[in-house]
């Protein structure tokens, strides 16, 4: 029987793990917070001490944590992924992080005989929940087609992409989009509202025309009713779009828009809604 690591068991992490331990699967968890690990123990997986023997105790280890200096200290660091990755061992980063990060940690895995996805995924906690998420992945297309059990359990579908590196970009244009919609969605509230007009009529409007969508139909309500329960935490969607303007930077793509709304992201940030949903941001655009 295949054997699987899980390395970070944040809001996505730990909802994604206990997909595969419920679908059956050998699972071995880490966490630097052990506590973390706890309810996935009492599911049936195993704790693992360290990111090093995680990997070398499993068959393929998948890693979800917060940014790229997360990801590369995760590899990179004493006790790291490195040390444990072999000639046999596989890993797959489904975190969001930018292509550079992304091409350093597959040449280190590669060149210590291991084999290196990227697949950072399109979803926030609810379908991380109900395994529904969409796998962005490039790297190693045996271990793509290998992980396909575990990737279609906590996934409804998965993309494959030619160079490393490109999961990582498809991800940022993917929630530079979202992080932008949501602002204009936000400002279209706020201004609703200055204007007289009842927020729950906006969205009822708004659902019947061209611009309806499932983000909108989940948010909105919550928005409304100044519920910011976190599914996607604010200060992570300012990261993806921080990512996303550098990436723009260096391929000398103006982002006109997203450049506006990441900062009413780092506003938000500043005024304490770091760890709330991306949606607080409304709370900026009220101000």
């Not at 966490?31 to 973390?36: A, F, L, Y």
């Not at 895995?109 to 969409?134: C, Q």
Request: proline share 4%; with cysteine.
């Amino acid at each position: 029987m295949k054997k699987y690591g899980f390395l970070g068991l944040g809001i996505m992490g730990k909802a994604m793990a206990a997909n595969l331990v419920r679908a059956g699967f050998d699972v071995t968890v880490w966490n630097r917070t052990k506590e973390r690990c706890f309810p996935l123990l009492d599911q049936g997986a195993h704790l693992g001490n360290s990111p090093a023997e995680v990997i070398a105790q499993c068959d393929i280890t998948f890693a979800m944590v917060s940014d790229p200096t997360a990801a590369a200290s995760l590899v990179f660091d004493i006790g790291g992924v490195l040390e444990g990755i072999s000639q046999g061992k596989s890993y797959i980063d489904v975190s969001t992080v930018n292509p550079a990060t992304a091409r350093q940690i597959a040449a280190a895995i590669k060149a210590k005989g291991g084999r290196f996805l990227e697949a950072p995924v399109s979803g926030s906690k609810k379908p991380a929940e109900d395994g529904a998420l969409v796998f962005l992945c490039s790297g190693d297309e045996s271990l793509y087609h290998e992980a396909a059990p575990a990737l279609q359990i906590m996934g409804k579908k998965s993309f494959y992409f030619n160079e490393i590196g490109q999961g990582a970009q498809m991800k940022l244009v993917i929630n530079m989009i979202m992080g932008t919609m949501m602002t204009a969605f936000g400002e279209g509230l706020a201004l609703g509202e200055k204007a007289g007009l009842n927020m729950a009529d906006v969205l009822d409007v708004l659902a019947q025309g061209a611009i309806d969508n499932p983000m909108f139909r989940l948010k909105g309500p919550q928005m409304v009713n100044n519920n910011f329960t976190t599914a996607f935490p604010l200060k992570h969607m300012q990261k993806d779009m921080r990512l996303a303007l550098q990436l723009g930077d260096e391929l000398c793509q103006p982002l006109f828009t997203a450049v506006a709304a990441n900062n009413l992201y780092i506003k938000t940030r500043e005024t304490g809604g770091a760890d709330e949903d991306f949606s607080a941001v409304l709370k900026a655009i009220m101000r």
